[in-house]
């Protein structure tokens, strides 16, 4: 027990003197996560909107598919990028492996699904009717689609949310093609399974308050643009 | 049929945006990974060395690495790994060199070709820990074989690795040599690597074989004791090569030998002999050795 409340003093102590290990860590994170979201935003948000506004239907099989990938476990996301960018795979010669790159590869593959997934559902749901009215006011298709994208805009933003706060969260993809190699590829989780694993509790508890501060204000923000569930 | 048209014109942006993003992140990524880690002035200085949790957790290569660096220019990332993982890394050529300790299979991989330039780096030895009261009563027996058949008589709880690490290697072979079947239930296999295993031998109260540089690096958090010690089946010898850049072109071989000469070199072993831990000294001298 006291371990535990040595390790929370000593972790508020890391983390209120910047203690420029753990500042590295965190920032690597962030910029890892963060370079990774932009990609699967870039790549989820048109082919979810491009899907939500295709009929159900038709596109059946193929919501089935990214939401069964939307649930990939990380370790083998982490595992079948690994045997791509490993200097045996297709694309050893990039020698990607053990880089933020690959980092920034496994997650991107990992929150590409979630966005593509929720932003068809969000579109689906309204898309139709949006379009329709725009069209009956002879708004033309740039406008269409602008509004469309407005309509719902909470819809994928809790798309990039969610999607963020499951790769920053992540370990097994980044401890995988990463190697959690120190001020190179370390970032929050893979630390934290190091500093357990050495002992250094205090290192591991800041890094996991961190963690869970990053948790809540992300998500605080999410329940705020989308008002807990309340009608508006 | 624009439509067709408005959904080819989305693919295909989507497409082109998608490889442009690629594109930026893998340059700015490499960029950054050396500069944005502070490494600027190392540029494309660096090896990677995949090596076993024991050298790294044991905080020995925290020791001699910043003094190679600091002699040589040349950065050292480390990626702790087990032995097996690490021979494996190696021969494909996702590292530059590896330090493993598993002699038997670390010359059939330089035999295969995949590695050169080995040298017998150090040595220290394996140990069993348990219980301070040493339930099963191992400590006074002669010899290691002893030692697990009355573990396996007793039915008392034994902790492997099981991650085909060094350690875990050497520990089947000492069961196999006692003639004891470990498909039991006292027989924890956990995959995990040696200091997740020492904590989870002390939860069980169980015993388990470990390097004497991960058990004193760890020690204080932990109710286990030295058990048995001493057997000449129990030294533990690790092994220093480079892979081979005929099987690897894009190896730093050149930097991987200049480390691996730092090391066995007078100052290098001289350095190894003078880490210690808690006034321990943990890893002994090995190169010249036999």
């Known amino acids: ?232 | 049929m624009p439509r067709h048209k408005r959904f080819a014109f989305l693919i295909v942006s989507s497409m082109v945006i998608f490889f442009l993003c690629l594109i930026a992140t893998g340059c700015s990524g490499d960029n950054e990974l050396r500069s944005g880690a502070g490494e600027t002035e190392f540029g494309n200085e660096f090896i990677m060395l995949a090596t076993t949790t024991s050298t790294y957790d044991s905080g020995l290569l925290d020791y001699l690495n910043p003094v190679f660096t600091e002699q040589f220019g040349i950065k050292v990332l480390v990626i702790a790994q087990g032995t097996g993982a690490a021979l494996e890394s190696g021969s494909r050529g996702d590292a530059d060199l590896i330090l493993v300790h598993d002699r038997e299979s670390e010359l059939k991989f330089v035999n295969e070709g995949f590695f050169i330039d080995r040298y017998d780096l150090m040595y220290n030895d394996f140990i069993i820990v348990g219980p301070a009261d040493d339930p099963a009563g191992i400590s006074d027996l002669e010899n290691v074989i002893e030692a697990l058949n009355r573990v396996a008589e007793k039915e008392h709880p034994f902790v492997s690795r099981g991650d085909d690490s060094g350690t875990n290697r050497r520990e089947k072979k000492l069961w196999e040599l006692s003639n004891v079947n470990t498909e039991q239930t006292w027989y924890f296999s956990i995959g995990q690597g040696m200091s997740d295993t020492l904590i989870f031998t002390n939860e069980t109260l169980g015993y388990t074989l470990t390097d004497r540089g991960t058990y004193a690096a760890i020690k204080d958090r932990l109710d286990l004791e030295v058990l048995f010690e001493g057997d000449p089946l129990l030294s533990n010898q690790y092994g220093i090569m480079a892979v081979n850049p005929e099987f690897h072109p894009h190896v730093k071989y050149e930097y991987a030998l200049t480390y691996i000469n730092f090391l066995v070199s007078e100052e290098g072993q001289n350095l190894i002999a003078s880490y210690s831990l808690d006034g321990e000294t943990l890893f002994y001298p090995g190169f010249g050795l036999e």
């Open chain 1, 1 to 232: 027990m006291t371990r535990l409340l040595d390790g929370i003093v000593e972790a508020f102590r890391l983390i209120i003197s910047f203690d420029p290990e753990l500042i590295h860590i965190v920032f690597l994170s962030l910029r890892v996560s963060i370079a990774a979201i932009i990609v699967a935003s870039i790549i989820g948000i048109p082919l979810g909107a491009f899907l939500g506004l295709k009929s159900e239907k038709k596109t059946r099989l193929l919501n089935k598919l990214i939401f069964t990938l939307m649930g990939t476990p990380p370790v083998v996301a982490g595992l079948v990028i690994y045997l791509f960018i490993s200097r045996m795979g297709p694309f050893g010669v990039l020698g990607l492996l053990y880089t933020p790159t690959a980092m920034i590869i496994a997650q991107v593959s990992l929150a590409t699904p979630i966005i593509t997934g929720l932003t068809m559902v969000g579109v689906r749901s309204r898309g139709v009717e949006v379009v329709e009215v725009a069209r009956s006011l002879g708004a033309g298709q740039g406008l269409i689609t602008r509004t469309l994208i407005m309509e719902s805009r909470i819809a994928i933003l809790g798309a990039i949310i969610t999607g963020f706060g499951r790769i920053i969260a992540e370990v097994g993809a980044v401890m995988i093609v990463g190697g959690n190699i120190a001020g190179q590829t370390r970032v929050m989780t893979t630390a934290i399974v190091l500093e357990t694993r050495r002992g250094n509790f205090e290192l591991a508890i800041g890094l996991g308050l961190i963690l869970l501060m990053f948790s809540f204000i992300i998500n605080s923000f999410l329940y705020n643009i989308q008002g807990g569930g309340k009608k508006n």
